[in-house]
């Protein structure tokens, strides 16, 4: 089956960095566009960044602090995070769109990986 793996979740503190890092396996064909979403204490999910094929995108609240990337070869995508602040405190989502051979495109989740940012 297909899987997303999330690490680098952790306690920081303010103004520090984490590396979020999203590995997809299983028997994939094609892997379409890929994200990061999030959802803080008492808060829906939403949007942090999407990677596709050709452009990237961002949530108003944390341009200029993060940066999504992705390593073809490794089915990886990462989320670069940067001048942290208590408000990024959330449970980090990893999301990606898979073709499979014999199915149709669907979304994948990761499990969540829960990130603090305190001091």
């Known amino acids: 089956q297909v899987q997303l793996v999330e690490s680098g979740g952790g306690l920081v503190q303010p103004g520090g960095s984490l590396r979020l890092s999203c590995a997809a396996s299983g028997n994939i064909l094609r892997l379409g566009p890929m994200g990061w979403y999030r959802q803080p204490p008492g808060k829906q999910r939403e949007l942090v960044a999407t990677?596709?094929?050709?452009?990237?995108n961002y949530a108003d609240s944390v341009k200029g602090r993060f940066t999504i990337s992705k390593d073809n070869a490794k089915n990886t995508v990462y989320l670069q995070m940067n001048s942290l602040k208590p408000e990024d405190t959330a449970v980090y989502y990893c999301?990606?769109?898979?073709?499979?051979?014999?199915?149709?495109?669907?979304?994948?989740w990761g499990q969540g990986t829960q990130v603090t940012v305190s001091s």
């Open positions: 990677i596709t094929s050709g452009s990237t």
């Open positions: 999301n990606a769109q898979v073709l499979r051979l014999g199915f149709n495109w669907r979304d994948y």
